[in-house]
């Protein structure tokens, strides 16, 4: 099966199990789940009842889309998603990006946990993604072109659209939530860094680093979705914080400010 074939086959078995056609797309990083819980639902897919999808192994990370309503925007939300160091080819890391916009999402929100790099930043704060650095892992577009999706060689100057970023502000400053921005950058994981690989990283111009997010980016952004992120800072990166990382204090973080995150998400989403 070409990987067309693959989304293809994946995109049929799930109109088949549902015909709600999302406008927007939300996907949940870790210990950022519980937001699908407070959403009007409509239909509820796992990821197992479909053929040929990858699944993610992580604690802590659910796997199914939740299709429902925030407001009044119709939304698909992936509760857990797949990561590159599960083993997965990056091909089929994005796969659930390029179903969720082949089933009609015009928009993709993405979240993740992140470790912050940014001095000015502590555990617990929100940045908004305005670029990221996708370079240590293999591009997700690596391969034949799926001309159906988009083109060979896609213009990346604004992958995190002005507008969406804009909402995002307002919202937070309308809720009184504190909100960073920065450069998001990807590694593969699943070890954390070292801290002579975050100098690195800081060398490079990143504010934040984490395992996700940016190939699903630009399967995104070659789809010709418009993107946004936020990250949650749920630690302070290797070497900038004393402590040793551990997932554990990524969850933890992850759920203290879970309140806050939802609603600045909830309340942004029903602007779009
Ligand atoms: N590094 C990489 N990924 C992460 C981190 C980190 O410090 N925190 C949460 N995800």
Redesign the pocket.
């Known amino acids: 099966m070409t990987r067309e074939e693959k989304l293809n086959n994946c995109v049929e078995q799930v109109k088949k199990l549902t015909d709600f056609v999302p406008r927007v797309a939300l996907i949940l990083g ?1 210990g950022l789940g519980a937001l699908a819980e407070e959403i009007e639902t409509v239909d509820i897919v796992e990821y197992k009842q479909i053929d040929g999808f990858p699944i993610s192994t992580v604690a802590g990370h659910k796997g199914r889309f939740i299709f429902g309503y925030i407001d009044k925007v119709p939304v698909v939300i992936m509760q857990g998603r797949v990561h590159y160091y599960e083993g997965y080819d990056i091909n089929d890391v994005v796969l659930p990006v390029r179903l969720m916009s082949r089933l009609g999402a015009k928009v993709l929100f993405l979240t ?4 912050g790099i940014n001095k000015n930043f502590n555990a617990g704060n929100f940045m908004l993604i305005t670029d990221h650095i996708a370079s240590f892992v293999p591009s997700p577009l690596i391969g034949p072109n799926m001309d159906s999706l988009g083109v060979r060689f896609p213009d990346m100057s604004e992958v995190y659209n002005e507008d969406l970023r804009g909402i995002i502000r307002s919202t937070a400053r309308e809720l009184d939530i504190p909100l960073r921005e920065g450069v998001y950058i990807q ?1 593969t ?1 699943p070890n ?2 070292t801290p002579a690989e975050i100098r690195m990283c800081k060398a490079l111009g990143a504010d934040a ?3 996700s997010t940016a190939c699903e980016a630009i399967a995104a952004n070659h789809a010709g979705m418009k993107i946004c992120g936020i990250s949650c800072i ?2 302070m ?2 070497g900038i914080s004393e402590k040793p ?1 551990s997932h554990k204090e ?1 969850q933890e973080t992850a759920d203290r400010v879970a309140p806050l995150f939802k609603s600045l998400v909830k309340n942004s989403i029903s602007k779009m």
């Open positions: 870790s993740n946990a992140a470790g590694l994981g954390y860094e680093v984490g395992m749920s630690n990166a290797s990382l990524v």
